[in-house]
């Protein structure tokens, strides 16, 4: 009996009923589902961080109006979750499932996990800025919903390319020039960036950033980046040279006036913008130009369009202005009056040519390819070009010009001849030259006392238009063209490109020991280490490629302009 017992309750034992057995199936089934459900719940995050990453970097609004249930448009961040759940049964259950508290949507997940993704960026900056060791910043302020901030943007060469990257937008409360320097000092700090390996600075043309005792620029500069150099965007100081000339010569303010009159005028009423589609058929006017714009307040550059557009449908804006003057336009008699003189074309052709030649250089000094000897002979070119315009003979020239416009397109304009046999006797008077013309700053060939001596009580309009536009405007032009464009920093830009594969020479090893000098190294080591550059393998192979890159644009242009003959001449022949 003992033997039977013994027997079945070891039977017992080995069954899966035992309470010991199925506790233990019990707990590695639950442990089987906690880790499915972690996995899933990691799949999960994982995918709202990839939405996350997503929206942040197309730059898109995370939040919407009304991100209710009921809402049509809850916010590109959970329309997206949503789109997504279509395909994604595991996320589709938890968005079902989960509540409010526990759902990893809200706002302040959404904020940790983009910040998140913020210093996980700015770790990798840092990491190519040690490896880099040099670098430059670039820092604006910009004010939104009455709060200020101040961008700190880095700049530096890695891996053989430049980059440019992003590493703060701080508020400030303070924005003078100590209290800016400060904030990018500690910003760098942060960072671990040494102060001393700043290279460059790149800020605007404003007093607290640019000045020379209490500037940014300056402070920083007395902190340890003594070999740095300050800049301004040379595209925005070309466009502040033409913003200055053209503001402080009244005669060229005049002109963009009578310019945007004429834009206002017509675009005020569709009947006259009608009338001037007609003029312009009427009188074949269909290349080129055509639509007038407003004058464009901080763009100055692209006031050439508009001198073009004027340029070249003057012909039909004057046919539009006598017909309704016809009507008894006041508006159109005035603009008729200040339009049809020899003055206001001849104006307008210099401009065209003077804002021709910077739009240029604007254009270049903005590409991406540009290289910085090309940016700085560039402005010089213009500052040469400018200076030949300076004299009588070349003004001459455009008043020729303007004439010959006037014939060519049948226009009747008062002309300066004109104007001096209806009013010989006419009293003018005398003209005064302002003090601060005295020291001859201003004036390029002669100083203020001079031309002083040379007004006279009866002017020719010729004479007028050389002394109130043509030399002010050149002058004015040219001399802050000199002062906005450093000799200090043209000339470092020069040295610095001494280095490029172009102009690595040995016969150019003295600019790279000026260069050297400048940042306080030995400049010996550097003129040797730069002759061996000069004559690397990786140089001649870099001309080659130039040689033969040039060989194919020469060969595909001509080959252009010999198929366009060949097929100009083909259809010539061919019968229709």
């Given amino acids: 009996m003992h033997i039977l017992s013994m027997e079945r309750i070891q039977n017992f034992k080995s069954e899966n009923q ?99 993704l913020s210093n996980m960026i700015i770790e990798i900056i840092r990491s190519e800025v040690i490896s880099a060791k040099y670098f430059s910043i670039e820092c604006d302020e910009v004010t939104s919903h009455k709060r200020a901030f101040m961008s700190v943007i880095v700049r530096y060469v890695y891996d053989y390319c430049i980059w440019e990257r992003c590493i703060k937008l701080h508020r400030v409360t303070n924005l003078t020039g100590k209290s800016l320097a400060a904030v990018i000092i500690a910003i760098l700090a942060n960072m671990n960036f040494p102060i001393r390996n700043l290279v460059g600075k790149g800020f605007d043309g404003a007093s607290n950033m640019s000045g020379k005792d209490e500037g940014v620029q300056q402070h920083l500069t007395a902190a340890g980046a003594d070999k740095s150099i300050y800049f301004h965007c040379f595209a925005h100081k070309l466009n502040l040279v033409l913003e200055k000339s053209v503001n402080n010569v009244p005669s060229v303010n005049d002109v963009f006036d009578i310019i945007g009159s004429v834009y206002h005028y017509l675009e005020g009423s569709p009947k006259r913008h009608a009338l001037y589609e007609e003029k312009l058929q009427l009188h074949g006017i269909s290349k080129g130009k055509i639509a007038l714009h407003t004058l464009s307040d901080t763009r100055w550059t692209a006031r050439s369009d508009n001198l073009e557009v004027v340029f070249n449908t003057l012909p039909a804006i004057i046919s539009m202005l006598k017909a309704m003057s016809k009507e008894g336009e006041s508006a159109a008699d005035g603009l008729l009056v200040r339009m049809r003189k020899l003055k206001f074309i001849a104006s307008c052709i210099v401009l065209k040519k003077c804002f021709a030649l910077s739009r240029s250089v604007s254009e270049y000094l903005q590409h991406e390819n540009m290289d910085l000897v090309s940016a700085v002979s560039g402005v010089q070119s213009l500052k040469d070009s400018l200076s030949s315009f300076r004299n009588e003979e070349k003004m001459d020239q455009f008043l020729q010009e303007a004439r010959k416009y006037c014939t060519d397109q049948g226009l009747v304009v008062d002309d300066f001849d004109q104007v001096d046999q209806q009013h010989p006797n006419r009293p003018k008077r005398s003209r005064t030259i302002p003090s601060y013309f005295n020291d001859g700053t201003f004036y390029l060939d002669q100083d203020a006392r001079a031309i002083q001596e040379e007004v006279p009580g009866n002017d020719r309009p010729r004479d007028l238009f050389k002394r109130d536009f043509f030399f002010p405007f050149l002058d004015w032009m040219h001399n802050e063209l000199e002062r906005r464009f450093s000799s200090k920093a043209c000339e470092i830009l020069s040295l610095a490109n001494v280095f490029h594969p172009t102009y690595s020479k040995e016969e150019n090893s003295h600019q790279a020991q000026k260069l050297a000098k400048f940042y306080g190294i030995d400049p010996d080591v550097v003129v040797n280490q730069f002759i061996l550059f000069s004559k690397s393998h990786v140089v001649k192979v870099w001309k080659v490629k130039l040689e033969q890159m040039l060989k194919v644009i020469t060969w595909l242009v001509f080959g252009a302009l010999y198929f366009n003959a060949v097929m100009r001449n083909l259809c010539r022949q061919t019968p229709i």
């Fill in 18 to 116: 035992h309470i010991d057995v199925q506790l233990v199936g019990i707990a590695e089934a639950s442990k089987t589902r906690k880790e499915q459900e972690r996995e899933e719940n990691r799949q999960i995050v994982q995918t709202i961080f990839d939405v996350v990453r997503h929206l942040a970097k197309q730059n898109t609004a995370f939040r919407g109006h009304n991100e209710t249930n009921d809402s049509a448009n809850r916010g590109n961040f959970l329309e997206e979750l949503l789109f997504l759940s279509k395909y994604d049964k595991p996320l589709k259950r938890w968005m079902e499932t989960h509540p409010k508290n526990l759902s990893y949507f809200s706002p302040s997940i959404q904020n940790e996990m983009i910040g998140i």
